[in-house]
Structure formats: C-alpha cells, structure tokens
C-alpha cells in the first residue's frame, strides 16, 4: 500500500492521533455549510483580534455550486454579531440575491473584482486595523525579520494605486484585483491589508493576522532604531515552503475556529 503524501511537516507520522483533519464533502449543500460557518467563525476571530472599525471590513468565500456567487458578511453588523442566518450571498455586480442585509459597497468593488478576475480564488479579507493601516503608510513590502515574516518573503506586494482614495468605484477594484495574479497579500499603500486564499476561508483569515502581526513586528524594530538581521532569502523561501503554504494557513486557523465556537455559542445560529 502507497504511504499517503503528507502536506506538510506537521502531520503526525504515529497513527490514530487526534489531528485536525480536512473534510470530505458528499454535496454541494454540506460543503456550503462548512464555508459559511468558516467564515462566520473567521468573522468572530476578527472580533477578538479587535479587527473592527465602524462598518469597515470584509470578508468573502465563494459558493461550491455557484462560483459566480460569493458569502460575506453583512454591513454595518459588527463581526461579534456575524453568525449563519445573517450571512449575505451576492453576485459580481453587488446584487444581493440571498440575504436580508445591504452590502458593503466597498466590499463589493474590491472584492468582486478579484473573485471575478481569478476564479479559482475561493475567499478573500480586508480589515482596517491598526498595525496593517500603519505599515501601508510607509508604502514598503515588509523584511523577512522572522520566521513569521518569512511565510510572506516573495508572496505579497504593495498596491499604490488608488491609494487613500476609497474604494466605491469599480476601477478601483479593477486596479487592486491584478495584484492577486501572483500574490496572495497585498499592502494597500496608505489603506491597509487585503488577504486572498485559493484554499479556504481559513487559510484567508488566518493569513490576514498574521500579516498584520508581522506589521506589528515592524514597526516594533523600526521605533527601537536597530537595525534587524534579515533572514536570508534561500532560508527564507525555505521557511514561506514549510510554514506558509494554504494548507499551514488552514490548520492554523483550526484553534481559532474552536475557540471562537466554545466562546460563541450563538454563531451557528
């Protein structure tokens, strides 16, 4: 018998061990299911993280069955009170055509653009939070200061169109969306961050905190005035491989999703 190829260095090699394990869906119906309660589980994630800011902030995943559909979160709903029955599914147009909330028109430009432009990226994340925001200022890439770091070393990139200038305009979507070809994050200079997976949900949102969390770090060297040691770039590709592929994104927003369904009991609602 063939061994099973492993995904990555972090799969058990012992068997019968309790480890996180991709599901296998039977309909388009359970596989939906699964996405949308992700996403709501991304959206509680957000909350804790305090992601927040008024209506601002988005997230996407697109329909099993209909791929020209996406689920979002609805507008001006804070992401603690985002849970299944207030879920929207809208078309690339931003017409609504499930759901009894407005969408966010911004969420719509940037987002449409992207889902329609690549269809084979399945969610997508925009936040406007405090450590992402203020890197996107400086209109730099981020150093591979770390090993965290290094899972975005050759994958993310700055945007300086349209920056600063709010997104309500379908070129503006147009313009960020190209980015999205090779990258999966994107700096959007003087906006913030934008995350794409074409993996999960999951993989979507846990790659958004980490990328503001490598903001973070930044900033943190930039303010002591020490000039850090990069990781090299044969080391760093190296670490990006091993733990910053899709998969190492969707198994690191495992604990996450666990803990925002013990703390949120109401969310599958």
Same mark, same amino acid.
């Given at each position: 018998?063939?061994?099973?190829?492993?995904?990555?260095?972090?799969?058990?090699?012992?068997?019968?061990?309790?480890?996180?394990?991709?599901?296998?869906?039977?309909?388009?119906?359970?596989?939906?299911?699964?996405?949308?309660?992700?996403?709501?589980?991304?959206?509680?994630?957000?909350?804790?993280?305090?992601? @927040?800011?008024?209506?601002?902030?988005?997230?996407?995943?697109?329909?099993?069955?209909?791929?020209?559909?996406?689920?979002?979160?609805?507008?001006?709903?804070?992401?603690?009170?985002?849970?299944?029955?207030?879920?929207?599914?809208?078309?690339?147009?931003?017409?609504?055509?499930?759901?009894?909330?407005?969408?966010?028109?911004?969420?719509?430009?940037?987002?449409?653009?992207?889902?329609?432009?690549?269809?084979?990226?399945?969610?997508?994340?925009?936040?406007?939070?405090?450590?992402?925001?203020?890197?996107?200022?400086?209109?730099?890439?981020?150093?591979?200061?770390?090993?965290?770091?290094?899972?975005?070393?050759?994958?993310?990139? /700055?945007?300086?169109?349209?920056?600063?200038?709010?997104?309500?305009? /379908?070129?503006?979507?147009?313009?960020?969306?190209?980015?999205?070809?090779?990258?999966?994050?994107?700096?959007?200079?003087?906006?913030?961050?934008?995350?794409?997976?074409?993996?999960?949900?999951?993989?979507?949102?846990?790659?958004?905190?980490?990328?503001?969390?490598?903001?973070?770090?930044?900033?943190?060297?930039?303010?002591?005035?020490?000039?850090? /040691?990069? /990781?090299?770039? @044969?080391?760093?590709?190296?670490?990006?491989?091993?733990?910053?592929?899709?998969?190492?994104?969707?198994?690191?927003?495992?604990?996450?999703?666990?803990?925002?369904?013990?703390?949120?009991?109401?969310?599958?609602?």
């Amino acid at each position: 018998m063939d061994t099973p190829v492993k995904r990555s260095l972090y799969e058990p090699t012992q068997q019968n061990l309790i480890f996180p394990e991709m599901p296998a869906f039977s309909s388009h119906e359970e596989e939906r299911r699964y996405r949308k309660e992700h996403l709501v589980g991304a959206c509680r994630m957000f909350a804790k993280q305090k992601f @927040d800011y008024g209506f601002a902030g988005h997230l996407t995943i697109r329909d099993p069955e209909h791929p020209d559909l996406y689920w979002t979160n609805p507008m001006a709903v804070p992401f603690s009170k985002v849970n299944m029955s207030n879920l929207i599914l809208a078309d690339h147009k931003g017409n609504v055509v499930q759901g009894d909330y407005a969408i966010n028109q911004a969420g719509f430009v940037l987002h449409a653009a992207v889902h329609e432009e690549h269809p084979d990226i399945l969610a997508m994340c925009h936040a406007h939070t405090i450590y992402g925001t203020a890197w996107a200022a400086t209109g730099r890439e981020l150093d591979p200061i770390s090993q965290d770091a290094a899972a975005f070393f050759e994958d993310h990139c /700055v945007i300086d169109e349209e920056a600063g200038k709010v997104a309500v305009e /379908v070129q503006a979507g147009g313009k960020v969306s190209a980015a999205f070809g090779k990258y999966r994050a994107a700096i959007h200079r003087n906006h913030g961050l934008l995350t794409a997976s074409r993996h999960s949900i999951d993989a979507a949102a846990f790659w958004f905190l980490a990328l503001e969390r490598c903001c973070q770090q930044q900033l943190l060297i930039e303010a002591s005035g020490i000039k850090p /040691v990069l /990781v090299p770039p @044969d080391k760093a590709r190296y670490s990006r491989e091993h733990v910053g592929s899709e998969y190492i994104g969707w198994l690191h927003f495992q604990p996450h999703y666990q803990e925002a369904l013990a703390e949120n009991p109401d969310m599958l609602a």
